[in-house]
């Protein structure tokens, strides 16, 4: 039997990194490393002269392409770089450069800097090493990342491959916040994975790392804790904060090539003048502890000198170097792997020849360094967890120690050792295991230790895991004989079509992280599951197929059978009665009136009874099962079932439904019949008001009627008109004319009769609504008016109306903008009525008729007066009699002493001037005796004093 992998690979992605794009070195003072041979040699070609941040970049094959300090870009001549000066970075920030390649592309390379300590920013440029003569340009950037926060960024950064070997994790960070940023094929995604530091400031100064497998993070701190993370490749996200015990002034970080051990430095600054030496010290953790206690527990102090702080970075060869500034020699950690003193460490590991170290050493992509087992099968190197489906074996190991180290000489011996979980394996001294047998089929971190020699004759040991895990194969359950009913064009041949999907749930027991596929009996893939027609084979009628169930998650699968059938029928197809039902009623004013949905839900529970009943004992419910399709390919492949609960589905007029009728092993044939959908009447209606004028108080004789249209324009509609919820006898027509108020609702019946093909009469009965609202002119009941006050805006009019309306009030105006509504229905105040004739207009605001006020006087005696002839109230008189309503106004003025000075009719005189007989009378107070006769005989009279002022 053929073997089946699936199309993809669950946690394992193609490592696209080798060591050799760490081969070169420069740093410090015009120091550099060559990795090239079997020992690092000391290299003084360099131009790069920085106190700490620097970033260099070697091709696959190991050559070197370009370095830089974050300011200025040298390529491999040791030429700047065209576009590759005045960047945004700073030699004094810890990790002020980061090359990164990018994924794809073999041909650009982003370079990733961070400013210095206050003003840091973080930005990208873009290389192109196929300009200037194959030396490389730096075509684009800075593109700012830091998003207008540069005043809170670090001096950190560092990169990780992700889960996927075409995408790369660039992390940085400001005082607060972690950034992973995503370089994929599209270029350098602007948006980055913000982790919180769960409101911890961890200051600018420090570096940042991240473990070779992906798995931890750590940020060291000049002047804060020491912070431990969790990092997830697949997604960017940093989570489980811990606080590492390495003091307060941490700087230097690096993980062993496996992620087990982390090593810590610390120390102060030696960038000033007479800058003073202090305690400086390399902390070791072991990492495979499970709580941060024991992680913190588990310290050991490498190396404690007097001096300052520096960098630790891994090299190509899997030891740690530190960066011991000032001097012409770089500290080793040998064994990075090992515990304790057994790290070997050398303070003086490595002659820089002349030249002298600095602060920094530079950054690269930590998954350079990391040396992952194989899955010998496939030859790839495993990244992230290795899966094993229970029952099968896999082949684990290294092909080859050149495979991480070609300068090893393979002449000397190999010493392999094998652990899980850090316990020795029983198996003998191999570079390759099988995992899935006993005693090797459990899950855990798998290890392989070798040592061996390079050329140089110097010891060497590596160390490779592997995270491995079991998981179980989907279950392929048994099911009955698919027996198909051969329903098509020949319907005993022994071939027709089988829906293989349909058979998914009861294959898999429901399971839904899992995939199903089929196979002819020799392995060629079913790729149509749901149209599959058995194949031409000697056996026609019972044919047995393969079925492979793969979990989607593991990637783990399992094979199975399955036995199709075809049962021949008798070809025979069948009509039944249509269906008929009323459409759906979607008015969203149900209350009001009926709107018709154009489709309508019907019940194939009570057509499976019409069936039946139809067949005249042939079918049952025992013994048969009916299904229902809308088309005839549907229910030939089972395919798109019509299910309960029915009420769910809407049909449209004229829709075909197919029923399958089955019959245990046997099959009966394919029906069909139609739906249709009766449209329910829509009568018009009314949604405003309709008002109604009436005789006010008594309807009598009746003012109006109001016709209302409930028309349906179906000449064939019936209509019944109700008044309040009762019929109103007699009134049969489309139109009612109204003559009292009320709710009217009108009911247009539509009868669909069996000669227009239903079963039984059907009458259908829509409906709308008119609300009539009566009104009427009103009827003036009192009027109350306050005139001659102190102040002309005392003077007010108060009228009082009853009427069954809705009233609004004008003054001496019957245009309709002049009209106002007041607090009240019935009454309405006027206030600073001016003198003279005013009338009062009121308004239905339905329409029914405005009525009006005879005329009303408002007089006004003045207070004062000033005969000075400046045209404002020169002569005193009253106001408001200047109209024919007042046809007598006699006036008696005395003076203060009751001595009658003068007789006016002011009808035919326009005042008193304050002149007796030609002499003008003193400033003083002034007495009258008034008479005023209005034209119905009325007499109204007043005394009252005035002021005569002359200024």
């Not at 070609?406 to 010493?415: Q, S």
Request: hydrophobic residues 30%; aromatic residues 12%; negative net charge.
């Amino acid at each position: 039997m053929k073997k089946f992998f699936p199309l993809f690979l669950i946690f394992i992605a193609l490592n696209t990194f080798s060591q050799k794009e760490a081969n070169f070195w420069y740093f410090g003072f015009n120091a550099g490393l060559d990795f090239t041979d079997c020992d690092p040699k000391a290299i003084d070609n360099g131009k790069l002269n920085t106190f700490e941040g620097c970033s260099t970049i070697s091709n696959s094959s190991g050559e070197l392409l370009f370095y830089s300090d974050g300011i200025t870009v040298w390529d491999k001549n040791h030429d700047i770089m065209p576009g590759g000066t005045g960047l945004r970075g700073n030699p004094s920030s810890a990790q002020s450069a980061l090359f990164v390649p990018h994924p794809t592309d073999k041909d650009l390379y982003y370079l990733f800097v961070v400013g210095g300590q206050g003003d840091a920013g973080f930005f990208y440029y873009t290389i192109d090493i196929t300009q200037n003569g194959g030396l490389g340009s730096v075509i684009t950037g800075p593109v700012d990342l830091s998003d207008g926060n540069s005043s809170d960024w670090t001096e950190r950064v560092t990169a990780i491959q992700s889960s996927k070997s075409n995408e790369i994790w660039v992390i940085s960070a400001s005082k607060r916040n972690l950034y992973s940023y995503l370089v994929n094929n599209s270029g350098v995604e602007r948006t980055p994975i913000i982790t919180n530091i769960d409101n911890t400031d961890i200051g600018t100064r420090g570096s940042l790392k991240v473990s070779p497998d992906g798995t931890k993070l750590v940020i060291t701190s000049q002047g804060t804790d020491c912070l431990l993370f969790n990092f997830n490749a697949d997604n960017g996200r940093i989570t489980n904060k811990s606080i590492l015990n390495a003091g307060d002034v941490s700087y230097g970080a690096e993980f062993s090539q496996t992620g087990n051990r982390l090593y810590i430095s610390t120390g102060s600054h030696n960038q000033t003048a007479g800058a003073f030496p202090q305690d400086a010290f390399i902390y070791q953790f072991d990492l495979t502890k499970r709580s941060i206690t024991d992680i913190n527990n588990s310290r050991n102090i490498i190396n404690n000198w007097l001096g300052y702080r520096g960098a630790l970075q891994l090299g190509p060869d899997a030891r740690i170097y530190y960066a011991t500034s000032g001097e012409t020699s770089l500290g080793v950690i040998n064994k990075p792997e090992e515990l304790g003193s057994d790290v070997i460490y050398e303070q003086e590991g490595i002659s820089l020849g002349s030249k002298v170290s600095s602060e920094g050493l530079p950054p690269f992509i930590q998954s350079f360094f990391k040396v992952a087992l194989t899955d010998v099968d496939t030859g790839r190197k495993i990244i992230g967890e290795f899966l094993v489906c229970i029952g099968d074996t896999k082949n684990l190991g290294i092909s080859s120690i050149l495979d991480f180290d070609d300068t090893a000489d393979t002449a000397e011996p190999i010493t392999y050792e094998w652990y899980r979980d850090g316990a020795p394996l029983s198996v003998g001294n191999t570079s390759q295991i099988v995992v899935g047998n006993p005693g090797r089929d459990t899950d855990g971190i798998y290890s392989l230790k070798a040592i061996y020699f390079n050329k140089c004759g110097r010891e060497r040991s590596l160390e490779a895991v592997a995270q491995v895990r079991f998981e179980p194969k989907p279950t392929v359950n048994s099911i009955d004989i698919y027996d198909q009913c051969d329903y098509d064009s020949n319907s005993i041949d022994g071939f027709t079509t089988f829906n293989l999907e349909s058979k998914e749930p009861q294959l898999t027991g429901g399971a839904t992280d899992v995939i199903v596929e089929f196979f002819e009996d020799d392995d060629t893939p079913i790729i149509d599951k749901v149209g599959y027609i058995n194949r031409d084979v000697a056996n026609i009628t019972n044919h047995v197929i393969k079925v492979k169930i793969t979990n989607t998650n593991t990637g783990c699968f399992q094979f199975g059978s399955m036995e199709l059938k075809v049962t021949p029928t008798s070809g025979s197809f069948n009509s039944f009665d249509s269906i008929y039902e009323q459409e759906i009623n979607i008015s969203s004013t149900p209350e009001i009136n009926s709107e018709g949905s154009n489709d309508a839900i019907f019940n194939f529970e009570a057509k499976i009874d019409d069936i039946i009943l139809a067949s005249g004992g042939a079918f049952n419910r025992t013994d048969n099962q009916f299904s229902f399709y809308q088309t005839r390919e549907d229910a030939e492949k089972e395919t798109d079932v019509i299910k309960p609960p029915y009420d769910t589905y809407h049909f449209t007029n004229e829709t075909d439904i197919y029923v399958r009728i089955s019959k245990n092993n046997t099959c009966e044939g394919i029906g069909l019949f139609k739906l249709f959908v009766l449209e329910i009447p829509e009568p018009m209606g009314n949604t405003s008001i309709v008002p109604l004028c009436i005789n006010f108080p008594e309807n009598v004789p009746v003012l109006e009627t109001k016709p209302l249209n409930g028309s349906s324009n179906d000449p064939s509609d019936t209509y019944k008109w109700y008044l309040n919820n009762s019929l109103i006898s007699g009134e049969t027509d489309r139109i009612l004319n109204a003559s009292k108020e009320g709710t009217y609702k009108v009911e247009a019946s539509r009868f669909y009769g069996n000669d227009s093909g239903t079963e039984d009469d059907i009458t259908i009965i829509g409906y709308n609504t008119f609300t009539v609202e009566e009104s009427s002119t009103a009827i003036i009941e009192s009027l109350d008016l306050v005139d001659d006050q102190d102040l002309l805006e005392e003077n007010t009019l108060t009228i009082k109306v009853n009427g069954k309306g809705n009233y609004e009030y004008a003054l001496n105006s019957n245009a309709i903008t002049a009209f106002r509504k007041g607090e009240e229905n019935l009454s309405y105040t006027f206030t600073n009525v001016e003198p003279g004739l005013n009338t009062v207009y009121i308004r239905d605001i339905k329409d029914c008729g405005i009525v009006s006020t005879k005329e009303i006087s408002f007089v006004y005696f003045q207070r004062h007066f000033s005969p000075n002839e400046d045209g404002e109230f020169d002569t005193w008189k009253v106001q408001g009699i200047d109209n024919t309503f007042y046809t007598v106004v006699d006036m008696q003025i005395f003076d203060r002493y009751g001595k009658l000075l003068k007789v006016i009719n002011l009808k035919t005189e326009s005042g008193w001037n304050g002149t007796i007989n030609g002499k003008m009378m003193p400033s003083n107070d002034y007495w009258y005796n008034a008479t005023l006769i209005d034209k119905n005989g009325k007499v109204r009279k007043k005394t009252g004093n005035f002021a005569l002022i002359r200024k």
